[in-house]
């Protein structure tokens, strides 16, 4: 079960009836024999939490008016990453809600200053049109995230009202074709989410050829629409992520921040469980607190020095190797 084929019916086995520790222990394994002991750090600046979108697990939401927002100017935004690199960071992430004010010359002009360090630079700013997408590759972006949430399109519109479940999938086609590294993902524990949907999720995943998958539990969000439901377990995404890693072996898997906020250990837990990356927060002062997508994140009194060296120490103490260079995926050569 190491090359990567398992069917819808394999993954709903896996992810209901087997040993949670066996399948965990698999996809350590996989992981090890693929990757080796590595894990690449990212960081992660979570640069506007302006949104236009409403989507009703988010804590950022448009519609919640209880928070404070914010958005970085260029000149912060590149000083923090600037930050970052010298503290040995070699991929930046630039995280934000839907925030339109970071129009195309501006976002090219600030990924250009970034791509300046010498470093990867990965976008995660939700929905553009091809133009846009275009133009960050031009001026450099390297990678982008976007979760494709959830491929139960009903449930999908039922969360994102006024979002449209064809349109993300196109973009993150046009994304695929534009030469981008492809980060896509989904939250793990949605009201109404089946097993089968989860397993139809991950297929999905592996046919459109992501490099990276980021996999999550929902967590309620006390000042959305959701705010009481039950959420995703720990369990049941870091199954999830396990099986997404014997899907497609030898792609990067975040140990995600979402985890941690469920459990102290979560990302170790992760990382033991098929994990390969880690995406420590390195935005500074009080914007980590204020980019609160969901309650419980973690290190928002932290500054990004001490949490690059917490989770350094962290990854060395379960006996894994900090990654160098930038971490991008590796691709099998092509098969003659
Ligand atoms: N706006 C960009 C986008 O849509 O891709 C990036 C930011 S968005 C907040 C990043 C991810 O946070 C979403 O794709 C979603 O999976 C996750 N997220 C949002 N609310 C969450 C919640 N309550 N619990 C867990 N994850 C959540
Ligand atoms: Fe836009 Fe969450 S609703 S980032």
Redesign the pocket.
Known sequence: MHNGELSHADIVHLLTDEPAGLVYARADEVRQQVLGSDVHLRGLIEFSNI?RND?L????RRSNKAVKRYRMDDDELVETARHAVDIGFQTIVL????DLHFNQARMCRIIERIKGMDVAVTL???ERDYSDYQAFRNAGADRYL??I?TTDVDLYHRLNPGMCWQRRHECLLMIRELGYELGSGI?VGLPSQTVESIADDLLYLKDIGVDMAGI??????PQTPLADEQGGTLEMALRTMAVMRMLMPDINIPATT?MESLHPQGRIMALKAGANVVMPNVTEGEYRRLYE??PGKICVEDTPLHCRTCIGLKIRGIGRTIGRGRGGHMRPAAKA
């Open positions: 949104c989507c697990y988010c804590g950022i995280q934000s809600g839907e995660s700013i939700g976007m979760r949430e939250m999550g539990p929902f967590i309620p969000h979402a997508l969901y």
